[in-house]
């Protein structure tokens, strides 16, 4: 309403301004108008009477002359003709000629001039022209009357205001006429947006909606409405309405900063293009929804070719490009770096130690130094970044052990929460690393560490305790590392709900006869999938095997089974990754041999990066999804699988040792190293009635779309407001104790 009566009246003031300044603008054009046109009546008349009135000059003919002045003076606008002689006497005139009229000198060179003379109210244009004959030297002099340009004048200004009131009354009454139309469909609308709000839409309504504020009054009006929720319980439905609510309300005005080695959009030149690639990371995948929800700054290695032409000069680009909602910060590595640090201590190191993959992992001082390196670099840029003194960090993963205690020093208020996302060994295995204590001390800057599962947790409290002179507190999870307390939870990862992939999605039995016209298959042919990072932590070659057994032990299934793998190509440039590859490419190979025909190929092996909306479409043409890690933190391709499948039919096996197993235990729970019972698990999947796979389904979709990854955010983000809360409280208590200390101090 203030909107409208503000404008209306900015309206009115205009429309104001224009009636006071356009009319006498019109008036006074139109009276230099109008003398103009007396002054060109002068010329035209002096110039009809000019031969005459010489010869009548030259004659001495004073009646004569009059008598042509008379004549002229007829013309209505034409009050007196006269005849100024060279010494300035009126010496010839016609009776209307004012008496005070006073004869002017000549100009100079001879041209006419045009003068006003006033008569009490009255203005007269005084013409004079000068007249040379052999015997005389004068000036023709013409008054005209200025009354019809004064008249003229009015007119326009009478007419000027008359057109613009009308202007003016016309256009309010077709600006009212569509604003009530406007305002009437504006109200349609948000009565929808609000009936859509109270029944929990999923936001169809806002694609179909025709004013541009619809889905933004339905996101605020969520956002109301979640900041009226409980954020704690089991029933609470997470959204990304009621992380921003908890964000606002927990903490208040707080800034986010994410620090993760992968960045979620890679730019990558492809030829004379530049090409954006979303990577296969569970990673990104978990927190982009998150950064997309809050808005702040993601700080990440720059790994694409063409990244640095992508940024600005401090190293920043808005994204998601399609809709920017919050900021990534690229941090550019040398090969020296990525090799020691990412490939060397990361990824031949803590990834094998952790995942117990067998693998030996390898321990070298130079990716050690590397790493310390890169460390000191990203807590360089987080600092750079920071705008508060007390942001909210989220430090991600293995490749950042020594960040927390780096930023601890630099930013002492902020809070830090570290989540690593692999496996946690017990304190055997993480002996081995002949840096535990620098790794552990550089975790416990943190405030609050997070794994994926309680087990993860217990094996990192062990670990400190077994390495570290550290306090740990098992009853509430808490380790006391020198002066400073660290919360140690498990925060089960997850995915959002629902997946941005599914918007564009065909209907199940679409996606089914797509993918099989793709891969050359009839339409009752049963099909697993399999998607992941070409990682050996994945089991991808034990599951083959299990294929293999169930095609030997069962032979009827040949010609109406076949296994599609994706496997996205990663860190190439270590052997155990390349050595998979070859392995693995070679095994499908020997299967296809040993099972398939001319017309049947039991395994396809596809190995390149599948966008989402291609693993989506996969997924939702499978009859079963094979996830078979021989360790896994917790496995969002498992999450991804069973959110895919809105007709609530396939069926996932899932491997024991991923950290999903223990929340979706309506899967087909599996030990990957025990090939023969995958393969049986395989059969039974492939036997299983529909309503079964319907009953497992939904438990799994229901468990998914609650525990989704703005839950995950939420709870961290719930934890870390009770932090700051209590040590806020702790810093009154000691700022009071100091006060009532101080007067003793004093006295003593
Ligand atoms: O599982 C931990 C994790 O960091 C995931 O987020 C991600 O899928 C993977 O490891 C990292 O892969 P990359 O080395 O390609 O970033």
Redesign the pocket.
């Known amino acids: 309403m203030k909107f409208i009566i503000r404008y209306g009246l900015a309206a009115l003031l205009m429309a104001v301004a224009m009636v006071l300044l356009i009319p006498p603008f019109a008036a006074s054009l139109i009276e230099q108008w109008s003398k103009s046109d007396v002054e060109s009546r002068s010329v035209l008349a002096f110039n009809t009477a000019l031969d005459e009135l010489t010869g009548l000059l030259d004659e001495h003919d004073a009646k004569k002359i009059v008598a042509l002045f008379e004549r002229m003076a007829l013309d209505e606008q034409l009050l007196a003709v006269g005849f100024c002689d060279r010494n300035g006497v009126l010496v010839y005139k016609t009776k209307e000629m004012p008496k005070s009229f006073v004869c002017k000198a000549p100009t100079a060179n001879g041209t006419p001039q045009f003068s006003t003379l006033h008569l009490g109210r009255r203005s007269l244009m005084v013409s004079s022209f000068p007249v040379i004959t052999p015997n005389e030297r004068g000036q023709m002099v013409l008054l005209h009357d200025l009354a019809v340009v004064a008249q003229r004048g009015a007119e326009a200004r009478l007419w000027t205001i008359a057109v613009l009131v009308g202007v003016v009354f016309v256009a309010a009454a077709f600006a009212g006429l569509v604003t009530i139309l406007l305002a009437r469909r504006w109200l349609q609308s948000m009565r929808r947006a609000i009936d859509d709000v109270r029944l929990g839409g999923s936001g169809a309504v806002a694609a179909t909606e025709a004013t541009p504020f619809a889905g933004e009054f339905r996101r605020l009006l969520r956002d109301l409405q979640m900041s009226q929720l409980p954020a704690e319980g089991p029933d609470v439905e997470w959204s990304p309405a009621m992380l921003r609510s908890v964000l606002a309300r927990k903490l208040p005005g707080a800034e986010v900063i994410v620090v993760s080695?992968?960045e979620p959009y890679i730019h990558n030149r492809d030829g004379g293009e530049i090409v954006l690639q979303i990577?296969a990371?569970?990673?990104v995948a978990a927190i982009e929804p998150i950064m997309r929800a809050c808005g702040g700054t993601w700080i990440a290695h720059g790994s694409g070719s063409a990244d640095a032409e992508t940024v600005d000069r401090c190293d920043r680009i808005r994204v998601p490009p399609s809709q920017p909602s919050y900021t990534l910060r690229r941090v550019w590595l040398t090969e020296g770096e990525q090799n020691g640090y990412y490939y060397g201590l990361a990824?031949e190191g803590l990834w094998p130690l952790c995942h117990m993959a067998f693998v030996r992992p390898n321990f070298r001082d130079s990716d050690w130094s590397q790493y310390k390196l890169v460390n000191a670099r990203f807590a360089q840029a987080v600092v750079d970044e920071a705008k508060r003194s007390d942001p909210i960090i989220l430090v991600q993963?293995y490749h950042f052990a020594l960040l927390p205690a780096m930023l601890r020093k630099k930013l002492p208020n902020a809070t830090i929460i570290t989540f690593w996302?692999?496996p946690w060994p017990n304190p055997e295995i993480f002996g081995i690393c002949p840096w535990k204590e620098e790794i552990i001390a550089g975790l416990l800057g943190s405030s609050v560490i997070g794994f994926h599962t309680r087990f993860h947790c217990n094996n990192f409290l062990d670990t400190v305790d077994r390495f570290m002179e550290a306090r740990t507190d098992r009853e509430h999870s808490l380790i006391s590392f020198g002066s400073h307390d660290t919360l140690v939870r498990p925060y089960p990862i997850s995915i959002e709900w629902p997946p941005a992939a599914m918007a564009a999605q065909k209907p199940v039995a679409e996606c089914r006869s797509l993918v099989r016209k793709r891969f050359g298959l009839a339409d009752q042919v049963r099909l697993g999938v399999g998607i992941e990072?070409f990682d050996y932590t994945k089991g991808i070659l034990d599951r083959l095997r299990a294929i293999d057994a169930l095609l030997s032990r069962c032979p009827e299934w040949k010609d109406k089974f076949v296994f599609v793998q994706v496997a996205a190509p990663?860190?190439s440039k270590l052997a155990a990754y390349t050595g998979l590859q070859q392995e693995a490419a070679e095994l499908a190979r020997e299967i296809n041999a040993r099972h398939g025909s001319k017309t049947y190929q039991p395994i396809f092996l596809i190995v390149r990066h599948y966008e989402p909306h291609e693993i989506f479409e996969l997924f939702r043409a499978a009859d079963l999804c094979i996830v078979s890690s021989l360790h896994d933190?917790m496995n969002l391709v498992a999450k991804e699988f069973v959110a895919a499948r809105d007709d609530e039919e396939g069926v996932l096996l899932l491997s024991n040792f991923a950290g999903a197993s223990r929340e979706l235990s309506e899967a087909l729970i599996v030990n990957p190293y025990d090939v023969h019972s995958v393969s049986v698990a395989i059969e039974e999947a492939l036997l299983m009635p529909r309503a079964e796979q319907r009953e497992r389904m939904r438990l799994m979709r229901e468990i998914v779309r609650l525990r989704n990854v703005y839950r995950w955010a939420g709870q961290i983000l719930l934890d870390a407001a009770d932090l700051r809360k209590r040590r806020r409280i702790l810093q009154l208590m000691s700022r009071e104790q100091s006060a009532v200390n101080a007067p003793l101090v004093n006295r003593a």
């Open positions: 080695n992968r990577p990371s569970g990673l990824n993963d996302h692999i990072r990663t860190r933190g």
